[in-house]
């Protein structure tokens, strides 16, 4: 059995997605036996993200500076504004280089369920954006769930009478896919979106 100490720092890390008991428990072990070279430049690690990060106040991506690293990039192309629902999206699309404009971070998506309205959303801030920027273009990046359609639906009439393109995703069959074991839904949007 192990002190109170340690098993709070496995039941902390085991709130983190991905991890549950065994696998905090196995991580604190690996930590407490390279505590030189893990945990020490861990701990110092998580004290400095603290102190520093800050969420961008255009976009709402984190980084250590406000506006972020991707809008204070000139390079890129400020009549796009690409739409996600959370930073690890922005992320995602950043790793796949998919995006040569800038983003706009939601914070989540519409689920009546859930209790999450328009007003739980940076939906106001998307609308500022469109009105006093150069933006000629919304991709609309919500993920494939009832709730991230609900959500670009909102947001295409939000913007309804604004002078913008709105666009999505395309939907269908993954890079890899077989045919064979592809739901429904899937298969019916890739042929509707066929090119």
């Not at 998919?98 to 914070?107: D, F, I, T």
């Not at 064979?180 to 899937?186: A, N």
């Amino acid at each position: 059995m192990a002190g109170a100490e340690i098993e709070n720092l496995v039941k902390l890390l085991a709130r983190l997605p991905g991890l549950g008991p065994r696998s905090a428990r196995r991580a604190v072990l690996q930590m407490m036996r390279r505590r030189e070279t893990l945990l020490d430049p861990l701990s110092e690690a998580l004290i400095t993200a603290r102190e520093k990060i800050v969420t961008c106040t255009q976009c709402g991506n984190i980084d250590t500076l406000s506006p972020c690293t991707i809008c204070a990039d000139i390079r890129r192309d400020a009549s796009v504004l690409c739409v996600v629902e959370d930073v690890g999206d922005l992320w995602a699309l950043e790793r796949a280089q998919a995006v040569k404009g800038r983003y706009h971070v939601l914070g989540g998506t519409l689920s009546a369920l859930d209790g999450i309205g328009p007003d739980d959303l940076n939906l106001g801030g998307l609308q500022q954006r469109c009105a006093d920027e150069a933006v000629n273009e919304i991709i609309l990046a919500t993920n494939a769930t009832v709730e991230g359609q609900t959500t670009a639906h909102v947001i295409t009439d939000m913007l309804a009478d604004m002078d913008v393109s709105v666009t999505r995703l395309a939907h269908g069959v993954p890079v890899g896919g077989e045919l064979d074991y592809l739901d429904d839904g899937t298969l019916l949007a890739a042929m509707k979106s066929r090119r």
